[in-house]
């Protein structure tokens, strides 16, 4: 998975009059940096929640934002223009700073963290000030990537599965583990305690390096002690098989909240 924010995605010195001009122009770097598959699309997702109300937060700036199928992986864009203009109404909807995200439909909340996280940053008034400020796309990018964004989707995650029989629970929560996590572009290992034995066994460094451990376990695995440490740390999640695989995007969502 590519970074969430890019150079290609960072716009400075322009000239927009209205908020449709800017989003118009956010959605165009997305589509040209392989972020979205469909400019219209995502175009109407941005605009419909618009509708439901301004996105412009104060500080002159604004988060247009949209969750769409055209959306490959999720970005965050960023525009810089030369001076204030209207976003809605009211005095506090002047913008100069717009930051776009945009994330696939499948990706349950993620905006909302994005968006989280954001907000946290940019009640900094240094961080802004240097956003208004600095003359270069590249010392922009710098300044973003301060953003805990990556904290949010770039987690490694490893786990284990068993179940009483070793058959089908087993490697149906194997997969929907890995298939949410890369979904999300999260680096997945799961080991399996099957019918056919341990398969992917994990060895300690890789149990060392994982942001978070999901044990899909109904019975006592081999190797337990090899999660204590994270255990300590507050970084196991233990739910059932059948669980894992009837709600994975449940699950890993309350992974996430482990790291955070």
Known sequence: MSEVVQKGLIMIDQEFKGKEGAIQSLISRALASGKITDDKKFYQAVLQREEEVSTAI?????IPHGKSEAVLEPF?????????????EGEDSKVRLVFMIGVPNESSQLHLKFISQLSKKLLDEEFREKLLTLDSIETILYQLKTIKLYEVIKMKVVGVTACPT???????????????????????????????????ELDQDEIDAADVVIL?????????????????LGRVLTVEPGEMIK?????????IKLVQ
């Open 247 to 255: 709600h994975p995007e449940q699950y890993i969502d309350e992974a």
């Open 216 to 232: 899909a376990v109904a019975i006592s695995i081999e190797g337990e002690e090899r999660f204590e440490e994270k255990e300590e």
């Open 76 to 88: 965050v864009a960023f525009a810089r223009n030369v001076r204030e203009f209207q976003w809605g």
């Open 166 to 200: 070793g058959i089908a629970h087993t490697y149906m929560a194997q997969e929907a583990i890995e298939k949410e996590c890369r979904k999300r572009g999260f680096e997945v290992k799961v080991e399996t305690q099957g019918g056919m034995g341990i398969e992917q």
């Open 58 to 62: 104060g500080y002159s700036i604004a």
